[in-house]
């Protein structure tokens, strides 16, 4: 079992900045990969960013650029850095641990809210 919990959410004005954490506990053998989705009011949940246990990342196409995903092995935490938000960035955003051998776990969200 991994329990995830996320953190760092809050409102901010558009062209501003957030940095979200993830919190990973328990098995971590079995994670292979950690990634950050988002949910928009009456939208589906969508990839925003993800890292690999390699270092390797990859971005949804809306926040390149913008966003930085990065990881701290030693606290096993993953950072979602957010820069020149929009208020289409405002979400509730979610972190998931992805394991090799069966379905990953989900954190319970933080909300972001950009807007003026």
């Known amino acids: 079992q991994v329990q995830v919990v996320e953190s760092g959410g809050g409102l901010v004005q558009p062209g501003g900045s957030l940095r979200l954490s993830c919190a990973a506990s328990g098995a971590m053998n079995s994670i292979i990969r950690m990634a950050w989705y988002r949910q928009a009011p009456g939208k589906q949940r969508e990839l925003v960013a993800k890292?690999?246990?390699?270092?390797?990342?990859n971005y949804a196409d809306s926040v390149k650029g913008r966003f930085t995903i990065s990881r701290d092995n030693v606290k096993n935490t993953v950072y979602l850095q957010m820069n020149s938000l929009r208020p289409e960035d405002t979400a509730v955003y979610y972190c998931y641990a992805d394991r090799w051998n069966g379905p990953g776990y989900w954190g319970q969200g933080t909300q972001v809210t950009v807007s003026s």
């Open positions: 890292i690999d246990n390699g270092g390797t990342t």
